[in-house]
């Protein structure tokens, strides 16, 4: 009984409990809203029956109750008082069915918004990548290299906007060399620390083994300083989106950034704010993919 | 002409601001083939003077000659065992022995180093455990690991820093009884240079034993020992001569210490 009744189950049966009271908003389709709650349940006990892990079963079952308890309040507010405003705060199931019918633009978003991100964040990765390795590795280079950084790392890749904007020929251009350049940054400063702190152990062991420069570079170095380069490729990451929907937000005509910016134009707040909710779906997907790739090539730490 | 040669050799440690002389004016000619084991208490400068040797480090004073001519860096006819294991973390065991073996067999094919590598990796015991990361296996293993690696290299000379210090009794012998095994194996012998704490184990192995004292890393003395090949544990360590020797070693090795509790022997 006790693990029947627990409070994500207790949060659900309440979210449910609220439909039977009547609506104060008009053209309110419940549905979507009674379905959303109704997926997450059958998620959460699909885990609690497989249960393959008990301390992961729990957790999904706290943020599921932690996803009921907003829905609830979410839904007393709009739905049924109508106490926020109408225009400034939709209903769940407003948001949720725009959400289904704007997904062929939002996809079309997301595609235009990767297209930008990926080539400046790729581009960003190869270039600093080798770069930093062949430079923390010469002990002269990194010593001349080092203040640089210290100097042009800090500043905000945001302030280049408008004079990227300036220089390059197209918006496209501009927006990937301004991402570029806001993951370049983590990435090369990491990476050069990284080599530098390798222990001086593995580079002893290296060495008696004669390993040619390449080697040292390629087999030795660079999987040693991995850990450092990973966190560095995470906030850049981190990076690249915000500069991203930056960008797009100033001077794009089409992706995910530009559709928030250009909805709330015309203060079309359902769009803005579902807009918001798939930007944060995707970013959860991409860090998602992201932790999977590292936690595979640092399969070896322990 | 002696196989390796070091001539009043110091080294000094460059710290922040000041020097620090880890060793001092150390000569000492070993000869091919020659397997010689070196002991003394911790901080003596063996490790450093192993450094000097696999080419890691150069002498501030003094010369080191390989076969007649000054060290000039590592190179792959010396196979180093490290006294921390110095396995690469993101390789398995197998990849560890593999990686070293494409150093020095570049003509060999894939198959063929493999073979090798399985073939080591047995040898010292580690058969089932060949595909573990090195932070998946205890620290005895890994030094297992880092020992059939610098064999299966199969180097003219081997330098090893307290090899099996992590092993127990059991393995110990094995692998002790394996080092001699690749050290003569019928034709020629290697030259093994084997830093130690243990004295029982630099008298059976070796024919030369030298002793370190610290402050600064000098030698005390060299000692040869001539007892025949193949020698037997059992009766060896039941002989006078090897209670003598081992006696004169201990002493020499604790004669600070007999200084310092008083009395003039020591008993372990
Ligand atoms: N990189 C270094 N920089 C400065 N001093 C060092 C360095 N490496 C070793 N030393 C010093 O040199 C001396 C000899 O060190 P070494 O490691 O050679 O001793 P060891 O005989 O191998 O000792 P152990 O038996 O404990 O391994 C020590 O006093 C140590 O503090
Ligand atoms: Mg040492």
């Known amino acids: ?292 790739i590292e936690r595979y090539l640092l399969r070896w730490r322990k | 002409m002696s196989k390796i040669c070091l001539q009043n050799v110091s080294l000094k440690y460059q710290e922040q601001n000041s020097s620090f002389c880890a060793i001092k004016d150390i000569s000492v000619s070993i000869n091919e083939g020659e397997f010689v084991s070196i002991i003394g208490p911790s901080g003596c400068g063996k490790s450093t003077l192993l450094s000097l040797l696999t080419g890691l480090n150069f002498p501030t004073d003094g010369y080191i000659l390989l076969d007649g001519k000054q060290i000039q860096g590592t190179g792959t006819e010396r196979g180093v065992v490290f006294q921390h294991y110095s396995l690469f973390p993101w390789m398995s065991a197998r990849k560890n022995l593999i990686f070293g073996l494409k150093q020095v067999y570049k003509s060999k094919g894939r198959k063929e180093i493999e073979e090798i590598a399985d073939k080591y990796l047995d040898l010292v015991g580690l058969g089932d455990f060949k595909n573990k990361y090195p932070s998946q296996l205890s620290g005895g293993m890994q030094q297992r690991v880092a020992i059939a690696r610098a064999f299966a290299m199969n180097p003219g000379i081997l330098l090893m820093d307290e090899p099996f210090g992590a092993i127990d009794a059991k393995n110990r012998v094995i692998l002790q009884e394996l080092l001699l095994n690749l050290w003569d194996n019928g034709n020629e012998r290697k030259t093994v240079i084997l830093v130690t704490h243990d004295i029982d184990e630099a008298i059976l192995l070796s024919d030369k034993i030298i002793v370190m004292s610290a402050g600064p890393g000098t030698i005390k003395k060299q000692i040869n020992v001539e007892f025949k090949r193949p020698r037997d544990r059992t009766s060896l360590i039941r002989s006078e001569e090897y209670t003598n020797l081992r006696n004169k070693l201990v002493g020499l090795f604790y004669d600070d210490l007999i200084e310092k509790i008083g009395g003039d022997e020591v008993v372990l």
């Open chain 1, 1 to 292: 009984m006790r693990r029947i009744l627990n409070l994500t189950n207790v949060l659900f049966l309440a979210t449910l409990i609220l439909e039977l009271f009547p609506s104060k908003r008009d053209g309110i389709n419940a549905w979507y809203y009674i379905g959303l709650v109704l997926l997450l349940e059958i998620f959460y006990i699909l885990n609690v029956i497989l249960k393959k892990d008990e301390e992961k079963t729990q957790t999904i079952g706290d943020v599921t109750a932690i996803v009921y308890g907003v829905l609830i309040i979410w839904e007393i507010f709009t739905t049924k008082t109508d106490l926020a405003d109408k225009l400034l705060f939709p209903s769940p199931s407003s948001i949720l069915s725009l959400l289904i019918s704007e997904l062929p633009e939002l996809l079309k978003g997301t595609v235009s918004s990767f297209q930008l991100l990926l080539t400046g964040y790729i581009l960003a990765l190869a270039l600093a990548i080798p770069l930093a390795l062949v430079i923390g590795w010469r002990k002269r280079l990194y010593k001349a290299i080092n203040p640089l950084t210290k100097v042009f790392g800090p500043i905000p890749p945001i302030v280049y906007i408008p004079y990227a904007i300036a220089i390059l020929p197209t918006f496209k251009a501009a927006s990937i060399f301004i991402i570029f350049i806001g993951a370049f940054w983590p990435v090369f400063i990491n990476t050069l620390n990284g080599v530098f702190n390798v222990d001086r152990r593995i580079i002893d062991s290296a060495k008696a083994l004669s390993v040619s420069e390449g080697s040292m570079l390629f087999q030795v170095i660079l999987p040693a300083t991995l850990p450092s380069i990973i966190s560095g490729a995470t906030i850049g990451l981190v990076m690249s989106f915000i500069l991203l929907t930056a960008a797009e937000m100033i001077g794009a005509t089409s992706g995910l950034g530009w559709y928030v910016k250009y909805f709330s134009d015309f203060a079309d707040y359902p769009r803005v704010i579902v807009g918001i909710i798939f930007i944060g779906v995707v970013v959860t997907g991409v860090t998602f993919l992201f932790d999977k």
